[in-house]
């Protein structure tokens, strides 16, 4: 992907005031990205299970601001990325998802489907991103996961990249096929991990083949200032973000029935603007985790609880058994407590 402008002209002080900024001042800083980039506010039930609704959008205006702060010659990949995730993201206006706590917590004990072709799976939309339970998923340095989150673009296509000044146009032009996986810490740290168009096929089985491809195709950043080295904590973390986004992909897909999908609550007016306040998509609302008791005697019997590990199958069905279906073999806790 190489942009065919890069508006450099923002004032370098103010972008670095800009990383220490709450959200509400970035909002008044740049209300019309800002806009662009949080167009709904969701009423959400339990909302303290989460970090702020807002953590999205304050890594699409990090991932504009630091894009559009940068010459043509510094522009790197991790930048490009980040640019070109925030702005499909607009495009489809910001679809983000709320996992529940117990589908989060199955999805993480369950081992993806073998391999998977990244630009012809099927996706609810072309960008999107799933807040985490806090709880759930933690880095071993940077502390609680805030969201995960995707991009797909496809050669030869066109994105606009939205600018703090409105009246510029910008365009993203995409040279390659691509999908990006994002995770971002409620501390602001951005990992995120580019499948290129030569590695579209994925065998997510195997853990020597994610962490080598991370080590190429990885990249870091917190609040837009690139880091150093991509860490074994680094690498860890992102294995398990790429194994829990397929995954919640597949669950979307086979299992639609648990994606709530939002509803418009209102409309306000506020400082000249519109406002809408949405009930927000939920996956895994009334899913319940699985417990069993453990009961085995002898040799065989397990000390202490643990889990029994979900894994996606395809099933034979219909005439001949020629088609098949895929099916979630749901993770369950055998045994005592939950750890």
Avoid at 30 to 54: H, N, S, V
């Amino acid at each position: 992907m190489t942009p065919n402008l890069i508006v450099g002209n923002m004032d370098p002080l103010r972008l670095s005031k800009m990383y220490n900024m709450t959200a509400e001042q970035v909002e008044q800083e740049f209300p019309e990205l800002w806009q662009r980039c949080y167009p709904r506010r969701y009423e959400i039930t339990g909302k303290t299970q989460y970090d702020t609704p807002k953590a999205v959008a304050r890594a699409m205006m990090d991932a504009l601001l630091n894009y559009h702060a940068i010459s043509d010659r510094r522009v790197g990949q991790t930048e490009q990325n980040e640019a070109l995730w925030a702005s499909t993201m607009v495009r489809y206006g910001v679809p983000d998802y709320y996992l529940s706590h117990d589908v989060a917590v199955a999805l993480m004990q369950t081992t993806p489907a073998e391999v998977l072709d990244c630009m012809t799976i099927k996706l609810p939309f072309e960008a999107a991103a799933f807040m985490i339970p806090k709880g759930v998923f933690t880095h071993d340095e940077y502390g609680p996961i805030s969201f995960v989150a995707y991009t797909r673009n496809y050669q030869n296509s066109v994105i606009l990249c939205p600018h703090p000044n409105p009246k510029v146009k910008h365009d993203l032009h995409c040279m390659n096929n691509s999908m990006s996986i994002f995770m971002r810490s409620v501390s602001g740290m951005m990992l995120h991990w580019t499948y290129s168009h030569d590695i579209n096929m994925i065998d997510l089985k195997d853990e020597s083949e994610l962490i080598e491809l991370q080590k190429t195709y990885s990249h870091t950043s917190r609040n837009g200032i690139k880091s150093q080295e991509f860490t074994p904590a680094d690498i860890l973390a992102m294995t398990r973000s790429i194994k829990l986004l397929f995954n919640i992909i597949l669950l979307m897909t086979h299992k639609p029935e648990t994606v709530e999908h939002g509803s418009l609550l209102k409309r306000i007016r506020k400082h000249d603007r519109q406002i809408e306040y949405w009930s927000p998509r939920i996956i895994g609302r009334t899913y319940k985790l699985r417990y069993e008791q453990h009961t085995a005697t002898g040799t065989h019997a397990s000390p202490r609880g643990h889990w029994v590990s979900g894994f996606w199958r395809e099933q034979p069905h219909g005439p001949g058994r020629t088609l098949r279906k895929t099916l979630w073999i749901e993770p369950f806790w055998r045994g005592g407590s939950i750890e």
